[in-house]
């Protein structure tokens, strides 16, 4: 059984030229769960386990650590020129740094410490995905299909161009995971590129805002499916790097995650229903803050929101005074009403004092 495992690497894996990218990978999944492990036993304080690496009180980050691997493994092939044996180290090197840094990938996205957040599973997601790419890169699939070596086929290019359209049509449905495969796996693209959009992704947006039914089937598939198959991703990733922290309901970093939600709702709005919305809103207001201004004794009482409505000025809170026209001779019994000045209100000598009729 060895023997026929060590012969398979030999024949698949050495003489294909692919033993630097396998290590890489598997430079790649021993950090990542190396890592993780640690993150673990740190959160679950255990005491034979070496805690976080706080020099002066500073934390450091193991992403850190993985930006030099990065950086040993990058320049490292390019400064021997890509001679074995060094190529193979440095790709297990650079694989190192790519799991140290794509476990804080959360983290670097949004600039904040969420690790142990909800937030902190796109982490997972970007290392999962970086494992997926590598293994089909080492199986012997290239992006798009594109074999090196090979002359150019018109066909090949026109299949590779419209698999490549697909795949960005299923990403902006939301179908991340089959667009990114997709670009790797011919047709898989397409499953998602036909099926209905998520509703929040942006097709959802621009193409069902107008056909509220295919909208309601979007989001009943969404409750039906996608639903089920976040449990499981849930469940998966929880048994894979632990289960995020219970933030409670009043907690900061709560608040911060929804003005920032509330802020990309409000930034995707539609401007025309926004303009709806202002004018209803104002209508309502100019239905609340009407007042009944007073007429004479005959006559009914009138209606003056423009009026009876202004802003505070620089002096201070403004007044508006709504009074009848008048001749010289004396208030005529039908006089309109005319807009006077808004004045300022003037300053009283005491609280007590009586305002001036």
């Known amino acids: 059984m060895i023997e026929a495992l060590l012969d398979g690497y030999r024949t698949h894996i050495v003489a294909a030229h692919k033993q630097p990218l396998f290590l890489l990978l598997v430079g790649f999944i021993l950090s990542f769960v190396m890592i ?24 450091i980050h193991h992403m850190v650590f993985g930006l030099g691997f990065l950086l040993l493994g990058g320049i490292g092939v390019f400064a021997t020129n890509g001679a074995a044996p060094w190529v193979d180290w440095f790709g297990f090197g650079f694989g190192i740094g790519c799991g140290l840094v794509l476990d804080e990938f959360a983290l670097i996205l949004h600039l904040d410490d969420v690790y142990w957040s909800e937030q902190g599973r796109k982490s997972v997601d970007a290392v ?9 890169l080492l199986t012997g699939y290239v992006p798009l299909g594109v074999v090196p070596g090979q002359d150019t086929r018109w066909g090949l290019v026109a299949v590779i161009s419209v698999n490549a359209l697909v795949s960005i049509v299923a990403l902006f449905k939301g179908k991340v995971w089959t667009g990114l495969l997709g670009i790797m796996v011919p047709g898989l693209s397409w499953i998602g590129a036909i099926r209905l959009a998520r509703p929040t992704s942006p097709w959802a947006r621009w193409r069902y805002a107008t056909r509220p039914r295919r909208r309601a089937r979007a989001v009943r598939r969404e ?45 995707h709005l539609d401007a025309h229903a926004a303009r709806a919305l202002a004018r209803r809103s ?76």
């Not at 976040?230 to 911060?256: E, S």
């Open 36 to 59: 993780r492990f640690s993150v673990r036993m740190i959160r679950a304080k255990v005491r034979w386990w070496p805690g976080n690496i706080t020099p002066g009180g500073l934390h």
């Open 128 to 136: 999962i995905f970086g494992i997926l790419f590598t293994a089909l």
């Open 223 to 267: 409750r039906r499916l996608h639903a089920r198959a976040d449990r499981a991703r849930t469940w998966l990733f929880d048994l894979i790097a632990g289960a995020p922290d219970k933030v409670p309901a009043h907690h900061t970093t709560t608040h911060r995650v929804a003005e920032r939600m509330a802020a990309r709702a409000t930034a």
């Open 282 to 357: 104002a209508r309502l207001a100019d239905r609340r803050t009407t007042v009944l201004t007073p007429g004479p004794a005959s006559a009914p009482e009138r209606r003056s929101p423009a009026v009876a409505r202004r802003r505070t000025v620089r002096a201070g809170r403004a007044r508006t005074y709504a009074v009848r026209a008048t001749t010289p001779a004396g208030p005529e019994p039908h006089a309109p009403y005319r807009r006077l000045r808004t004045a300022a209100a003037p300053r009283l000598p005491h609280p007590q004092a009586r305002r001036p009729h």
